[in-house]
């Protein structure tokens, strides 16, 4: 029996800014979308060329306030060709939560509070 991991679920706020901030800060575009018909929720699934692991973003019309995600002690990796350009993108965009440069890492946040890891190619 095989697996694969195929996506990972955020419950967003507010999905516009989300998809502002996962495409200028990730690359990631939309995918597809589905509505629900009585307006309920909205899911967006967000990806680019570089995997087929896909990152939902679900919003949900009976959730306006911030998600309580805990002690943010969860996190999803991207690996990125252009390290520099990166962390200063993200220095740009102030999303950068921790840094830490003996491992060669650093962490941003999303507009919801949930980390993400930036590591370089190796």
Known sequence: MKFRMIHENYN???????????????????IRRKTASDGSFIIVYVGNEESDF?????????HPDRYDIGEEE???????????????LHEEMGCIAM????MGI?????PDGYWLEILPTR
Do not use: C, M
């Not at 896909?54 to 009976?62: C, I, N, Q, S």
């Not at 969860?74 to 200063?88: G, I, M, P, V």
């Not at 840094?99 to 003996?102: A, D, I, K, R, V």
């Open 106 to 110: 650093y962490f941003i946040t999303d």
């Open 12 to 30: 967003v706020q507010n999905l516009e800014r989300s998809l502002a901030f996962y495409e200028k800060a990730l690359g990631l575009k939309e």
């Open 99 to 102: 840094e830490n440069p003996s």
């Open 54 to 62: 896909e990152l939902e973003l679900t919003w949900l019309a009976e």
């Open 74 to 88: 969860f996190h999803l990796a991207f690996r990125t060709d252009d390290y520099e350009a990166a962390h200063k």
